[in-house]
């Protein structure tokens, strides 16, 4: 049983670059969601998600794309990398029910210049 | 989403019981309570949770006032790994909720031998 696996787990891009960040559970999870935590703060939600299909905003949305084909995979979309998204990117999961924990994975540290 | 204060920090030495405050003074009625913490250089993991009463499990205690308006996490005997910082989120449990998982800033609990 994997959890939740997020890959790359360090990535450098230029300005302008895009790039996906994957995320994958295998814990047949409703929830899923995508937060950033820049150096010395806490963690802000990016997008979520309740469902295969259903995604909807966070606290930080812009500069993000992301989508939900299957139950199992969130990808991240950076569609313009800006050095403020310098940050590391933390992926989550949950079953649907508020009384359950959520699942974190390890991290993708991505620096832009 | 309902709000919650906790100190920005706080010092505990080793082997002794640690006492960790959380205020939720606008806690609805199908708020349930999470702790997570986040060790250094990781990602945010589960601690415990509850609704109204007093819970227990191998990492901790939750201790819920009868008004739900304050909580406190124990840790009984604490130990070097568990200096990280706390946080307590509220997550909504009514019919329509998002799931969503807010984290405010924490407490960064330091251990000293």
């Known amino acids: 049983n994997a959890g939740v696996t997020q890959t790359p787990k360090f990535q450098v891009l230029k300005t302008g670059q895009s790039m996906t960040l994957q995320c994958a559970q295998d814990?047949?999870?409703?929830?899923m969601s995508w937060y950033r935590q820049d150096p010395g703060m806490g963690l802000r939600l990016i997008h979520y998600?309740?469902?295969?299909?259903?995604?909807d905003q966070g606290e930080v949305p812009n500069g993000y794309n992301v989508s939900r084909s299957t139950t199992e995979d969130f990808p991240l979309r950076l569609l313009s990398a800006a050095p403020s998204q310098t940050s590391v990117y933390f992926c989550?999961?949950?079953?649907?029910?508020?009384?359950?924990?959520?699942?974190f994975g390890s991290g993708t540290r991505l620096t832009v210049v | 989403d309902a709000k919650t204060t906790q100190p920005n920090s706080m010092e505990s030495n080793e082997e002794e019981p640690v006492h960790l405050p959380c205020n939720h003074s606008?806690?609805?009625?199908?708020?349930?309570i999470h702790w997570y913490r986040q060790l250094p250089s990781q990602g945010p993991e589960y601690v415990i949770h509850?609704?109204?009463s007093n819970v227990n499990n191998r990492m901790a205690s939750l201790a819920i006032a009868e008004d739900r308006k304050s909580s406190t996490l124990i840790l009984h005997r604490a130990t070097l790994r568990d200096a990280a910082v706390y946080y307590c989120?509220?997550?909504?449990?009514?019919?329509?909720?998002?799931?969503?998982?807010?984290f405010g800033q924490g407490t960064t609990l330091q251990v000293k031998p």
């Open positions: 998600s309740v469902g295969a299909g259903i995604t």
């Open positions: 989120i509220l997550r909504d449990a009514s019919s329509g909720n998002t799931g969503k998982l807010i």
């Open positions: 606008t806690i609805s009625g199908t708020d349930y």
């Open positions: 989550a999961s949950s079953p649907a029910s508020s009384g359950n924990r959520y699942t």
């Open positions: 814990m047949n999870h409703e929830y």
């Open positions: 509850g609704l109204t």
